[in-house]
């Protein structure tokens, strides 16, 4: 642990989604104040951009115009005077390697942290949800490719399913009981059919419903494992 006051600065692209960015930031303050006995809070600097706009970038494959409007975000960061940077949504890590070389500080990548965390626990096939996006391309599932790791992704129908109940529901803040069972059965299926040891949660959404006490496997909480990350970058 650093002296006093010689903490790392944290600065995060936020707002894909809210809910998730105000998790990121209550999560890293409790754990970086429990992990200096109470006697530090971390300086962060969050950069919140609008959701639909990211979205829509997506949508319409504008990967370029993606790249710009979160490289700016992460040149704001920077002129904060971010010591390392990090994204909080699996999705915006589409032009995650083109945001990285263009980046001042470290750059903390969501695949690559979740793949190494993967690879330490020794599992062999995943399943993943996400938005269709997140499970229809293949920029996060390769992390783990790389590594040996399979990736199970759900059937046409169960992908439609899962990216609704996250963008009309979890990205909203909204946990309905009966949504929470869909996707678990959906993760059932998974299990059943394909064999998956753990699954990623691949949306910062998903652990408001998902989590180690009601999912039939394993979960991968893409969120609480980059946190942990990020909270030993910090520190160090």
């Known amino acids: 642990m650093k002296e006093k006051g010689d903490m790392k600065k944290l600065g995060l692209v936020g ?11 209550r999560e890293l303050n409790k754990r970086i104040h429990e992990k200096t006995n109470g006697e530090e809070f971390p300086e962060i600097v969050i950069e919140s951009v609008n959701l639909y706009k990211a ?3 997506v949508a319409s494959e504008n990967y370029g115009g993606l790249e710009e409007y979160l490289s700016k975000a992460v040149s704001n960061l920077e002129g904060c005077g971010a010591d390392i940077v990090a994204l909080t949504a699996g ?8 945001l990285e070389s263009r980046a001042k500080v470290p750059f903390i990548s969501i695949p690559k942290t979740v793949a190494e965390f993967a690879v330490s626990k020794g599992y062999r096939k995943v399943g993943m949800l ?4 997140t499970m229809e ?3 996060l599932s390769k992390a783990f490719v790389k590594k040996g790791i399979e990736v199970v992704v ?9 990216n609704e109940r996250i963008s009309k529901e979890l990205e909203y803040g909204i946990v309905k009981e009966t949504s929470t069972r869909e996707l678990i059965s959906v993760i059932e299926k998974m299990k059943n059919e394909a064999g998956i040891e ?14 180690k006490d009601n999912c039939p496997v394993d979960c991968l909480d893409i969120m609480e494992i980059h946190i942990q990350k990020l ?3 910090m520190a160090e």
Request: net charge negative; with cysteine.
């Open 137 to 139: 391309k293949e920029y």
């Open 55 to 57: 979205l829509g970038m």
């Open 15 to 25: 707002g894909t989604g809210p809910e998730s960015t105000m998790v990121y930031y």
């Open 198 to 211: 753990a699954v990623i949660l691949g949306c910062t959404e998903l652990p408001l419903a998902l989590n």
């Open 130 to 133: 996400g938005t269709i996006f």
């Open 91 to 98: 999705t915006m890590h589409v032009v995650f390697e083109e």
């Open 231 to 233: 909270v030993g970058l």
């Open 154 to 162: 759900p059937s046409a129908a169960d992908r439609v399913l899962v």
